[in-house]
Every structure is written in C-alpha cells, then in structure tokens.
C-alpha cells in the first residue's frame, strides 16, 4: 500500500519561505508514477502545482520562478521549495503520485497547510 506523508506546512508572513517535505512509501512509487504537488484553497478547485515528469519539472503559471520542485537522490523524498511566498498561495498542499501519461492521481497525502499573511 502506497503512503505519502506530508510536512512543512505553516504561516509566514509575505514574501517568507517554506519547504514541503513527502516521504513516499515504498520508495519505488517513484519509478512508477510521476510525483508531484497540488493545492487546493476555500472555496476553489484543487490545482496542480508542480509536477516531476521523470526529470523533467513543469509548474503552474502563478508559481514559476519561486518554487521548486525536487527530490532526494534515495528517490523517496520529495519537496517544494516555495519562496517568495503570496497570500494567494494559501491553501492545503497536497503530495501526489500521479499517471504520468494522463497526469491522473494515483495516490494522494493528507496535506499540509500554507497559510500566508500580508
């Protein structure tokens, strides 16, 4: 069975930083699926955030140039490094492993919340 655990949510202030963490288990889910992070605040749609596509990372519009997204060379730790932080990026983040040819969730953490203040 297929896990992924969260962490690294919290409040900043505008402007501050964070780093989401997601420990994948079995660690081979990665060599299966592409991983990746969405989010969803109050009131919208959840939405794709970050997406590694074996390598090859692809972000939304309103995140590019201030997150990244990586993960460790054992392969079973992902992250986003998120700088330069909005309020509008406040939401709960979700880790995912997702199909990577129709970019359907697979699996999915509990999230963890961004919450940014002005």
Do not use: H
Request: net charge positive; with cysteine.
């Amino acid at each position: 069975q297929v896990q992924l655990v969260e962490s690294g949510g919290g409040s900043v202030q505008a402007g501050g930083s964070l780093r989401l963490s997601c420990v994948a288990a079995p660690s081979d889910v990665y060599s299966t699926t592409c991983m990746g992070w969405f989010r969803q605040a109050p009131g919208k749609e959840r939405e794709e955030v970050a997406i590694d596509r074996k390598g090859l990372a692809s972000y939304t519009d309103s995140v590019k140039g201030r997150f990244t997204i990586s993960k460790t060379s054992a392969k079973n730790t992902l992250y986003l490094q998120m700088d330069s932080l909005k309020p509008e990026d406040t939401a709960m983040y979700y880790c995912a492993a997702v199909a990577c040819s129709t970019m359907k969730g697979l699996y999915w953490g509990q999230g963890t919340q961004v919450t940014v203040s002005s």
